[in-house]
């Protein structure tokens, strides 16, 4: 079956560092959509992406999508304390038939 | 997400016991999902609901069971034959299909004796 993986798992910065994760798929994806869970929350939808290539900016947030629809990628630029949680890719293969698929997750830990 | 809500917010389970966790909708959202989330994990689908009277089961469905009688119903019994129920259970809903945004409702926390 499909697969999303995401990596890394944890990542540590310090206040005003930027951050990555990255999400790869066993198989092509008709779209991608980012979630954020802040600790003892749920989650909370973000953005979607579905053109192959495609990439969207929210304030200091930005979402790839690539040219092969396998994987995705969020950045975010000089990391803030709100931004700590745990970040989710999850893909949606083209028959749409099942839920999506996510992955297991990034955690954000920020040092001030 | 304020449409939905789940209850109860923390549940105790004894073992060999069923319980029933409720997720309702006020959202007039036509699909409905439950996903377990462990520790330190991601969320795994356990069945979904496109429609009233209908579901399907998802990743790892045994254990679990659910109805659909209503449109804004969607409760998941969790049986003696999850072995491991202890997680955290999310209930979802989208507009249609699944390619649409997914909202969340605030989670029940289960926890066996």
């Known amino acids: 079956g499909q697969q999303v993986m995401q990596i890394p798992q944890y990542q540590h910065v310090q206040e005003g560092e930027d951050f990555t994760t990255y999400c790869n798929s066993s198989?092509?994806?008709?779209?991608i959509q980012w979630y954020k869970q802040r600790p003892g929350g749920h989650p909370v939808f973000l953005i979607q992406l579905v053109k192959s290539g495609e990439v969207k900016k929210q304030k200091r947030l930005t979402f790839q999508f690539g040219e092969a629809k396998k994987n995705s990628s969020l950045h975010i630029t000089a990391t803030q304390t709100t931004d700590v949680g745990t970040y989710f890719c999850a893909g949606l293969t083209g028959g749409g038939a099942d839920g999506l698929t996510f992955g297991k997750g990034t955690h954000l830990i920020i040092q001030p | 997400d304020g449409g939905i809500t789940q209850s109860p917010k923390y549940l105790f389970r004894k073992e060999g016991q069923n319980v029933t966790l409720s997720c309702e909708q006020n959202l007039n959202h036509d699909a409905m999902y439950w996903y377990r989330q462990d520790p330190g994990q991601g969320l795994r689908l356990i069945y979904y609901?496109?429609?009233?009277?209908?579901?399907q089961k998802g990743d790892i469905a045994e254990g679990y069971s659910v109805s659909r009688e209503k449109k804004e119903s969607f409760p998941l019994t969790v049986t003696s034959a999850q072995k491991n129920p202890t997680a955290f259970y999310l209930c979802?809903?989208?507009?249609?299909?699944?390619?649409?945004?997914?909202?969340f409702g605030p989670g029940t926390r289960l926890l066996v004796l």
């Open positions: 609901s496109q429609i009233v009277n209908d579901f």
């Open positions: 979802a809903t989208s507009r249609g299909a699944s390619r649409e945004t997914q909202y």
């Open positions: 198989t092509t994806l008709s779209n």
